[in-house]
């Protein structure tokens, strides 16, 4: 889409950035938590109107009801897209809080204020290593080259087939809890041995 259309149609934009909102939200490579809300959602919208420029012959923008239930649409599409952008750091997260419930440290758990959460030393100390290796590594491009691309394979707007995004949203949950048991197994046989 050319500018001129972005600005006669301002729902596309919308819906885009609606879509990229809750990645902006949790991922750390957007901003995640630690970043005022303010500048989340200017990262979501400058995303969104990327993501409509790039996804080409987006459908009619929607009107009244349709629009709410597009709105609705985006939203549950960018929850799914924000569970696989922060699986990595959840899992590493999962496994750290499962290591301290081994060790018998689930009483030190610290609190982190900026983020207004209770968490553990090792979670903590497993997820910001992840961050950073993934940042280093270049995680960070694949998220943003990840939410554009899926304007490729859905416009903004367009409808999706919900059955298949329940099935990628369920797959990503059950992958975060195998990472963070097989990260955490090598302190639960440590444990287990010195018992």
Excluded: N
Aim: glycine share 10%.
């Amino acid at each position: 889409m050319t500018a001129a259309e972005l600005a006669a149609t301002p729902a596309v934009p919308l819906l885009a950035a609606l879509r990229v909102l809750p990645a902006a939200l949790v991922s750390p490579f957007l901003g995640g938590p630690l970043v005022p809300p303010s500048v989340r959602v200017a990262v979501a919208a400058g995303l969104g109107v990327a993501g409509a420029a790039l996804s080409g012959g987006a459908p009619a923008a929607p009107v009244g009801i349709a629009l709410l239930a597009a709105c609705l649409r985006e939203l549950a599409l960018g929850a799914v897209l924000a569970l696989l952008a922060a699986a990595p750091v959840e899992a590493a997260r999962a496994a750290g809080r499962l290591v301290d419930t081994l060790r018998g440290a689930t009483l030190a758990e610290l609190h982190v204020a900026p983020v207004r959460q209770r968490e553990t030393a090792v979670g903590d100390l497993l997820a910001q290593w992840v961050v950073v290796l993934a940042a280093g590594a270049g995680g960070d491009r694949l998220v943003v080259a990840g939410l554009l691309g899926s304007f490729g394979a859905v416009p903004a707007g367009a409808a999706f087939p919900t059955p298949v995004a329940r099935e990628v949203a369920l797959a990503a949950a059950a992958d975060v809890l195998a990472a963070a048991v097989a990260v955490g197994a090598p302190a639960a046989a440590g444990v287990l041995a010195a018992d």
